[in-house]
């Protein structure tokens, strides 16, 4: 088709698509993401601080590395401590229908593989954010390594809770049997 005049190459749709990069794609995003409280935040999930938007870190820059960098290899963890459900977590699982909650907390792992600066990148409510980050400070890793060296880096954490007592389906949230 090259060189001939009045003809249009037609390219399948799927091609074009897969060919052009997704909107989201990190040169095209200028959205910052921010964490946002829950509504049912509970005065002990409030002291947990919020992180910070957006994380720009960078091992020549700040001493922060990532796991993008070559010859990082990620932190991981090595051992963990149960996140406790709270009584206001429960209680509202049964009346909300809804008997799962997650929480993702960020720590700063440093070379020693301790979790530091603990903050809140997505909140539960309900007293589970605090619940999660007490839970990530008692956390142990494998500190990142930079070419076999430690070195600091920052993970997400992401706490589940499951209500020991879920909601029945089809219950109405005033606890009434269905009709």
Same mark, same amino acid.
């Given at each position: =088709?090259?060189? =001939? /005049? !009045?003809?249009?190459?037609?390219? /399948?749709?799927?091609?074009?698509?897969a060919a052009?990069?997704?909107?989201?794609?990190?040169?095209?995003?200028?959205?910052? @993401?921010?964490? &946002?409280?829950?509504?049912?935040?509970? !005065?002990s999930?409030?002291?947990?601080?919020?992180?910070?938007? @957006?994380?720009?870190?960078?091992?020549?820059?700040d001493?922060?590395?990532?796991?993008?960098? *070559?010859? &990082?290899?990620?932190?991981?963890?090595?051992?963990?401590?149960?996140?406790? +459900?709270?009584?206001?977590?429960?209680?509202?699982? !049964?009346?909300?229908?809804?008997?799962? $909650?997650?929480v993702?907390? =960020?720590? =700063?792992?440093?070379?020693?593989?301790?979790?530091?600066? &603990?903050?809140? #990148?997505?909140?539960?409510?309900?007293?589970?954010?605090?619940?999660?980050? *007490?839970?990530v400070?008692?956390?142990? $890793?494998?500190?990142? *390594?930079?070419? !076999? *060296?430690? &070195?600091?880096? #920052?993970?997400?954490?992401?706490?589940? $809770?499951?209500?020991?007592?879920p909601?029945?389906?089809g +219950? @109405?949230?005033?606890?009434? @049997?269905?009709?």
């Open positions: =088709m090259r060189g =001939m /005049p !009045g003809m249009i190459a037609l390219v /399948p749709l799927a091609a074009a698509i052009r990069p997704p909107a989201t794609w990190p040169a095209n995003e200028t959205r910052t @993401p921010v964490t &946002v409280r829950s509504v049912n935040s509970t !005065g999930d409030l002291k947990v601080p919020l992180c910070p938007a @957006p994380l720009r870190d960078s091992l020549a820059r001493g922060i590395a990532t796991e993008h960098e *070559k010859g &990082v290899t990620p932190a991981s963890i090595q051992s963990t401590v149960p996140a406790l +459900m709270t009584e206001r977590a429960i209680q509202a699982a !049964g009346v909300t229908h809804i008997g799962n $909650f997650n993702i907390v =960020m720590a =700063m792992v440093n070379r020693k593989g301790l979790p530091q600066n &603990v903050c809140l #990148r997505k909140s539960s409510g309900y007293g589970l954010d605090a619940s999660a980050a *007490k839970a400070e008692q956390y142990r $890793f494998d500190a990142a *390594k930079k070419d !076999g *060296k430690p &070195v600091r880096m #920052r993970v997400a954490v992401d706490v589940r $809770f499951v209500s020991p007592k909601p029945p389906i +219950m @109405p949230a005033t606890g009434e @049997p269905p009709r």
